[in-house]
């Protein structure tokens, strides 16, 4: 195993990523996540890699677009009220069924909100987050490491599946220091035959394009496009479960609210409390299959979240309401401290005598 | 002790987080679970700064400390803020030249030390924070003065390893201070 070293997230998720092959970064600069453009830029020439700060996150994304268009591996990162700029252009390129990783580094909204960490965009990426009908894959890092190796991930599995990957982090994720190894591993060769890369006059050109404007192909794109979404639902979710084995209760958090919960859980615990968490780290595709048969044993569940409560709807579509769930959760740059997690487990408990 | 919470702060350029960073590198060094996470709100663009250090034996849940097992404070607003959150058991660990006011609690052990002072009377006026930390270890017991110097390696940037030594002479100088 690699030696460790102390890293932030932000710094991870770019040296990450660069191990995993990505030489073009285009970004914008704003809170918490600045420390990645400031890592791609020193780092990116020194590697023959391309940094460019754009003018704006809407010229970033189209310059992902362009560059994704090329068939490189390519990766730009911002905080929400970025991302929602970045929209049109994800869409774009769900309709160009191009691969990329955007990295966000989520603040308190909405609108230009705060700085401090949330997960109150989980809405807006679990459905899409632009216009029309398509998904992109969401993985939630909960630790410095996970920053790394999801990032690593991230472009492979866009390429796999050539689909926009997300990182959706949280400030705290972002700012933190942890250990961190950075043995990643072997990239992955996919297929490439689609890219814009000149024909030499030995083949019929590509074209990538979002627009579409005869009815029945447009349906049959997207039918095509959810046939291979289904295939990610299949093979790609992603979860870990924390003594869920004689859970009765059951947490359900990802990200920073899954760390403040696991000291919440070993604390009940102590207390002769029977609770597990599901962690998800895909949150599109959702693991609603662990959710549904932890509902045969589990009689309550708890959404531990950084938003007015936004998973706690996939919580209860993937359990088919079939058991309470309620929601222990702070917003607009706050974090749910143990203390409240513990509460909302008791109040929980309390609910089954 | 399995895990340590420790909570630095201070005014921004006072190394509250480069005393961090040296204390979640020891953690490293001595393969301990470790977590630094620094304020970077609003907070921190009016002047105060804080860090939050986690050394564990077990794998670390929440990165931040709500309930400090050490509080290490450089500013009078700080110790306001933070004096109540100490566990009782704990250690408070005061630059007494910037704070003139005493802990009145009667069930946490403090440490008056007059880091600045000491700082600026030894010719190295910016290591106040790193004479708070060699108090810290002192207190801690562990390792003593061990590792330093491999630690020290670790978290001062290459082009500035010429203050390696005196950061050394820093954290001895809090070590060896009768509190």
């Given at each position: 195993m690699a030696e460790k070293v102390?890293?932030?997230?932000?710094?991870?998720?770019?040296?990450?990523?660069?191990?995993a092959g990505c030489r073009h970064y285009f970004g914008y600069p704003i809170t918490p996540q600045t420390e990645i453009a400031a890592y791609m830029a020193k780092r990116m020439p020194k590697i023959g890699g391309c940094f460019l700060q754009a003018e704006s996150e809407i010229a970033a994304i189209n310059m992902v677009y362009g560059a994704a268009s090329a068939g490189v591996r390519v990766m730009t990162s911002s905080s929400s009220p970025g991302i929602s700029l970045k929209g049109e252009g994800l869409s774009y390129m769900a309709g160009s069924d191009l691969p990329a990783l955007v990295i966000n580094v989520q603040r308190g909204g909405p609108g230009l909100g705060g700085i401090q960490p949330s997960q109150s965009d989980y809405f807006q990426s679990t459905r899409?987050?632009?216009?029309?009908?398509?998904?992109?894959?969401?993985l939630a890092p909960a630790s410095v490491q996970e920053m790394a190796s999801l990032t690593f991930k991230g472009f492979d599995l866009a390429e796999k599946y050539r689909m926009t990957a997300m990182i959706l982090a949280d400030g705290t994720m972002g700012q933190m220091m942890e250990p961190v190894s950075l043995e990643m591993g072997e990239?992955?060769?996919?297929?490439?035959?689609?890219?814009?890369?000149?024909?030499?006059?030995?083949?019929?050109?590509?074209?990538?394009?979002?627009?579409?404007?005869?009815?029945?192909?447009l349906e049959q794109q997207n039918f095509d496009r959810y046939a291979r979404y289904k295939k990610v639902e299949e093979n790609e979710v992603m979860y870990e479960e924390y003594l869920m084995d004689d859970a009765?209760?059951?947490?359900?958090?990802?990200?920073?609210?899954?760390?403040?919960?696991?000291?919440?859980?070993?604390e009940a615990r102590a207390q002769g409390i029977k609770v597990g968490m599901i962690r998800p780290i895909t949150l599109w595709p959702f693991p609603k299959d662990a959710l549904d048969k932890a509902a045969d044993t589990c009689k309550a569940f708890i959404s531990v979240e950084l938003s007015m409560g936004q998973m706690i709807e996939d919580v209860q579509l993937a359990t088919k309401c079939r058991r309470p769930v309620t929601l222990c959760n702070r917003a607009g740059g706050m974090i749910p401290s143990p203390e409240e997690v513990l509460q909302a487990i008791k109040e929980a408990k309390g609910g089954l005598e | 002790m399995s895990?340590?919470?420790?909570?630095?702060?201070?005014?921004?350029?006072?190394?509250?987080?480069?005393?961090?960073?040296?204390?979640?590198?020891?953690?490293?060094?001595?393969?301990?679970?470790?977590?630094?996470?620094?304020?970077?709100?609003?907070?921190?663009?009016?002047?105060?700064?804080?860090?939050?250090?986690?050394?564990?034996?077990?794998?670390?849940?929440?990165?931040?400390?709500?309930?400090?097992?050490?509080?290490?404070?450089?500013?009078?607003?700080?110790?306001?803020?933070?004096?109540?959150?100490?566990?009782?058991?704990?250690?408070?660990?005061?630059?007494?030249?910037?704070?003139?006011?005493?802990?009145?609690?009667?069930?946490?052990?403090?440490?008056?030390?007059?880091?600045?002072k000491l700082a600026g009377d030894a010719g190295f006026s910016t290591l106040a924070n790193?004479?708070?930390?060699?108090?810290?270890?002192?207190?801690?017991?562990?390792?003593?003065?061990?590792?330093?110097?491999?630690?020290?390696?670790?978290?001062?940037?290459?082009?500035?390893?010429?203050?390696?030594?005196?950061?050394?002479?820093?954290?001895?100088?809090?070590?060896?201070?009768?509190a």
């Open positions: 102390l890293m932030k997230g932000n710094e991870a998720i770019a040296e990450a990523a660069i191990m899409g987050g632009g216009h029309g009908d398509y998904h992109m894959i969401i990239i992955n060769e996919h297929d490439k035959s689609w890219a814009v890369t000149g024909t030499k006059m030995a083949r019929k050109h590509n074209i990538i394009n979002s627009l579409s404007l005869i009815p029945e192909e009765e209760i059951c947490i359900v958090a990802f990200g920073i609210a899954a760390r403040v919960s696991r000291n919440a859980i070993n | 895990t340590m919470n420790i909570l630095i702060a201070g005014f921004g350029g006072q190394g509250v987080l480069f005393a961090g960073k040296f204390l979640a590198y020891k953690g490293l060094l001595e393969d301990r679970q470790v977590s630094w996470l620094p304020s970077y709100g609003p907070e921190m663009r009016g002047g105060t700064a804080n860090c939050n250090v986690i050394l564990s034996d077990d794998p670390i849940g929440s990165p931040i400390v709500n309930k400090p097992d050490c509080l290490i404070v450089m500013n009078k607003p700080s110790l306001d803020k933070f004096v109540d959150t100490v566990v009782p058991g704990g250690m408070i660990l005061i630059d007494s030249t910037m704070i003139d006011s005493k802990v009145e609690r009667d069930d946490v052990t403090v440490y008056y030390v007059p880091a600045s790193m004479i708070l930390v060699g108090k810290l270890l002192y207190a801690m017991k562990d390792k003593g003065m061990d590792n330093v110097e491999e630690i020290l390696k670790h978290v001062i940037p290459a082009r500035k390893m010429d203050l390696l030594d005196i950061n050394k002479k820093a954290i001895q100088t809090g070590y060896d201070y009768e």
